[in-house]
């Protein structure tokens, strides 16, 4: 079941009094969706194997919850577990000294609950001017951009991890032996939350006598455009270059182009 609503606006907020003055439009334009499963083919009960759970959207991410990295002073509490200090620290959700499938919890769902998009015209005189921004919110990404990470035989992106000296709760010490961190799949989900400058368009129309005369022709616009300028997110402020729009982290390529028509 899908419940929500869609709203969009189109103004016209300064309108020039002739052809050469200023004007200024804008469209605006946002969703909410609140996904939920309300049935399976057992009625009323999670079908937790294919990660379908009632009252929850179909695509969710299901997993132990990290909580943080063991730290020197919790070495025997970590010991219960089998771990150590620097490694990852996941939530033990029933409190039996055991980290089993019963400790995995949703932690959330692959689509945004909020998206949007806003977009404004300007003209001046011969100059026109776009620019559009979009941006969604309540989502989860999955990335591996940290994978391997933590080998310590690789260049890989920048990280926090824990040291002695270092007791960070972000990443977990690395190890030279090629083993991957214990619970290292928890390190991959990222709050999916993003703005994005989509676009941005500056024209030029040269002076219709200019180019009747000089080039012979009846108009000609000069562009130049700007696609995925610039985002702003949690999750590529943490590791630049990636994007949480693709889903996965992988990035979005930025682009400028000019045109002539």
């Known amino acids: 079941r899908n419940t929500g609503f869609e709203f969009s606006l189109s ?34 009960q999670d079908d937790v194997g294919n990660e379908w759970f009632i009252g929850h959207p179909i695509e969710v991410y299901y997993d132990w919850e990290k909580i943080g990295i063991w730290q020197l002073d919790e070495e025997e509490e970590a010991a219960v577990y089998g771990q150590r200090p620097g490694e990852i620290k996941v939530n033990d959700i029933n409190d039996d000294g055991n980290i089993t499938g019963d400790d995995r919890v949703i932690l959330g769902q692959q689509q945004p609950k909020w998206q949007g998009g806003f977009s404004n015209q300007f003209s001046y005189r011969n100059f026109d001017l776009s620019v559009m921004v979009v941006g969604r919110l309540g989502s989860m990404i999955e990335s591996g951009v940290m994978n391997g990470a933590m080998t310590g035989r690789y260049n890989d992106p920048k990280s926090d991890y824990w040291t002695p000296d270092n007791p960070t709760n972000d990443q977990p010490q690395p190890r030279a032996d090629l083993e991957m961190p214990v619970y290292d799949d928890t390190r991959n989900y990222y709050d999916g939350d993003f703005l994005r400058l989509r676009n941005v368009g500056l024209s030029y129309n040269l002076p219709v006598d200019v180019v009747q005369n000089i080039l012979g022709a009846q108009s000609l616009r ?40």
């Open 11 to 44: 103004t016209i907020n300064i309108q020039a009094d002739d052809i050469d003055g200023f004007t200024w439009s804008s469209n605006l334009n946002f969703a909410y969706n609140n996904e939920e499963i309300v049935e399976l083919f057992s009625g009323a």
């Open 222 to 261: 000069l562009k130049v455009n700007a696609d995925n300028p610039y985002v702003y997110a949690p999750f590529v402020q943490k590791y630049n270059g990636v994007d949480p729009e693709t889903g996965t982290g992988n990035s979005t390529p930025s682009r400028w182009t000019l045109n002539f028509g």
